[in-house]
């Protein structure tokens, strides 16, 4: 469906509505609902702009669906994200991907996240007496001591 005809869908069918047969969608297509889409169900405009922006990145991309289930399979397992790792994993399985491919993704992801692991704790090392004798940052956002 056309962008704009989904938009003027979801507001001829109201917001409601349009969440719960997204919903069934999705548990038809994946065979069950992930968590975070049953919780930002609960507010419908949450989980219709979430849904809407992943599904406009997935039909606008250039790269082969089954990349992207790679690369996303890769980032749930970077970021320890079991239900993520495995949902991706699934999808990466659906569109083709083979045991090898997903081996070698995550091993991918496992070597980025050790090497940010180290790299801060490097960082914290160096720093020295300069650092605030614990973690500063949290999310990249510096909280130092005056």
Not at 25 to 38: C, Q
Not at 101 to 127: F, K, P, T, W
Request: with cysteine.
């Amino acid at each position: 469906m056309d962008y704009e005809d989904l938009l003027k869908d979801i507001a001829n069918k109201g917001k409601e509505k349009s969440t719960q047969e997204w919903l069934e969608k999705v548990e038809k297509e994946d065979g069950s609902v992930p968590l975070i889409f049953k919780r930002m169900s609960q507010r419908p405009e949450v989980l219709l702009s979430h849904l809407l922006y992943k599904s406009s990145v997935s039909e606008t991309s250039t790269l082969d669906p089954k990349i992207v289930e790679l690369i996303s399979l890769a980032i749930g397992a970077a970021l320890n994200c079991r239900h993520c790792t495995e949902y991706h994993m699934r999808g990466a399985l659906k569109k083709g991907a083979t045991k090898d491919e997903i081996l070698e993704v995550i091993l991918l992801a496992g070597s980025l996240a050790q090497a940010s692991v180290l790299a801060d704790a490097y960082r914290v090392i160096d720093a020295g007496e300069n650092s605030c004798n614990a973690s500063c940052d949290i999310n990249g956002f510096s909280y130092k001591k005056h």
